[in-house]
T-cell receptor, first 114, second 119 residues
Framework: KQEVTQIPAALSVPEGENLVLNCSFTDSAIYNLQWFRQDPGKGLTSLLLIQSSQREQTSGRLNASLDKSSGRSTLYIAASQPGDSATYLCAVLPSGGGADGLTFGKGTHLIIQP | KAGVTQTPRYLIKTRGQQVTLSCSPI?????VSWYQQTPGQGLQFLFEYFSETQRNKGNFPGRFSGRQFSNSRSEMNVSTLELGDSALYLC??????????????????FGPGTRLTVL
């Protein structure tokens, strides 16, 4: 059964710092990996999608990498801002017959101090 | 282009009742998935529909059911509600079958959720 782990569970940094969020998954048989952010009481906002054949994706100040063989992904946030404060979730879409939907990690709760 | 919409946004029910939640995907999207989010278990997959067919189902009891209509709108139903069903229910849509299609067509977009409270 696929399991997704996110480290750290919580992170608080001053504004302007660059930071890295980590995600690991136990089964490398995946179609893709998505990073989301969730604001309190809200739905999920898709940040980046990496197909299983890709190594990284970039959008603005965000860069996500994928190493499928080692079961790891990182989300790099450059020049953090208070508006980046949210919970960041990593999710993988398993491949194979009878596969489930997205399997999520528990998230990293990020606070950017002004 | 409008995003994924879910109705109602909030619901309060009592144990034993049943509830129906609705999801309208992004226009043109044919795949709809449902997830349950609780503080203890996090996000868990409920079911996935594509072209009115249930493609996958998560590890939930038969009290949880769903369907998809020809216009891709989807509903999920929970019967005989229990206290533990209190959760945020999220719906996601993608353009194609999430495991097929061109890269970029299987990105999943989530709605704002329906907050269900069971008393």
């Amino acid at each position: 059964k696929q399991e997704v782990t996110q480290i750290p569970a919580a992170l608080s940094v001053p504004e302007g710092e660059n930071l890295v969020l980590n995600c690991s998954f136990t089964d490398s048989a995946i179609y893709n990996l998505q990073w989301f952010r969730q604001d309190p009481g809200k739905g999920l906002t898709s940040l980046l999608l990496i197909q299983s054949s890709q190594r990284e994706q970039t959008s603005g100040r965000l860069n996500a990498s994928l190493d499928k063989s080692s079961g790891r992904s990182t989300l790099y946030i450059a020049a953090s801002q208070p508006g980046d404060s949210a919970t960041y979730l990593c999710a993988v879409l398993p491949s194979g017959g009878g596969a489930d939907g997205l399997t999520f990690g528990k998230g990293t709760h990020l606070i950017i101090q002004p | 282009k409008a995003g994924v919409t879910q109705t109602p946004r909030y619901l309060i029910k009592t144990r034993g009742q049943q509830v129906t939640l609705s999801c309208s995907p992004i226009s043109g999207h044919r795949s709809v998935s449902w997830y349950q989010q609780t503080p203890g278990q996090g996000l868990q997959f409920l079911f996935e529909y594509f072209s009115e067919t249930q493609r996958n189902k998560g590890n939930f009891p038969g009290r949880f059911s769903g369907r998809q209509f020809s216009n891709s709108r989807s509903e999920m139903n929970v019967s005989t509600l229990e206290l533990g069903d209190s959760a945020l229910y999220l719906c996601a849509s993608s353009l194609t079958d999430p495991r097929k299609g061109l890269p970029g067509n299987n990105e999943q977009f989530f709605g704002p959720g329906t907050r269900l409270t069971v008393l």
